[in-house]
């Protein structure tokens, strides 16, 4: 896989559903992050994970991280039709570049 | 809530032209930051600054590209001679000083880019 792959590529669930993407990376990471980007619009950060961490709560969202099976899950509780968007991971690998690398992201339908 | 703006949201060019992106990061922060996203793609880096020079860079980022803070509060950038494939979305981010780790940035809503 390539570092920070989504996974599913797209999702459609009903309002009230739980939504969960997965991301998985290939190389030791310092950190991980969740953005949304609304449909022709930029990015808004979501959570940030260290690797020291392994869950981490913002209001409906739960991310948590395995970083022995380099991967990291993002949960949306109870789902709304306004969560409609795409969701990328981006990881920073450790003692590299500041840069986070991003993936392709899931693309997350919430029909009302 | 402060947040990074950029202008123009929308900009049609001509292969060859150049063109000039812009943006306002967020008033007190110190590292910015350009990243494309080619339609049904991932967002790609192409370039950090910090104290009026560039810091990374990514292959995307040739000698068509440059970057520039000309007063204290824009930061552009520039595609000195356009091609078909630069057509994208590019984001411009910044970060704050006392986030010494650049773990957080926040990314404006983005200029489409069409060249025709």
């Known amino acids: 896989s390539q570092q920070g792959e989504e996974d599913p590529q797209a999702l459609s669930i009903q309002e009230g559903e739980n939504a969960t993407m997965n991301c998985s990376y290939k190389t030791s990471i310092n950190n991980l992050q969740w953005y949304r980007q609304n449909s022709g619009r930029g990015l808004v950060h979501l959570i940030l994970i260290r690797s020291n961490e392994r869950e981490k709560h913002s209001g409906r969202l739960r991310v948590t991280l395995d970083t022995s099976k380099k991967s990291s899950s993002l949960l949306i509780t109870a789902s709304r039709a306004a969560d409609t968007a795409s969701y990328f991971c981006?990881?920073?690998?450790?003692?590299?570049?500041?840069?986070?690398?991003f993936g392709r992201g899931t693309s997350l339908i919430v029909h009302p | 809530e402060p947040e990074v703006t950029q202008t123009p949201s929308h900009q049609v060019t001509q292969m060859g032209q150049e063109v000039i992106l812009r943006c306002v990061p967020i008033?007190?922060?110190?590292?910015f930051y350009w990243y494309r996203q080619i339609l049904g793609q991932k967002v790609e880096f192409l370039v950090s600054f910090y104290n009026n020079e560039i810091s990374e860079k990514s292959e995307i980022f040739d000698d068509q590209f440059s970057v520039e803070r000309p007063d204290g509060s824009n930061f552009t950038l520039k595609i000195r001679s356009t091609k078909l494939e630069d057509s994208a979305m590019y984001f411009c981010a910044s970060s704050d000083p006392r986030d010494s780790q650049q773990e957080t940035q926040y990314f404006g809503p983005g200029t489409r880019l069409l060249v025709l």
């Open positions: 981006a990881t920073r690998v450790s003692g590299g570049s500041y840069i986070p690398t």
């Open positions: 008033s007190n922060h110190l590292y």
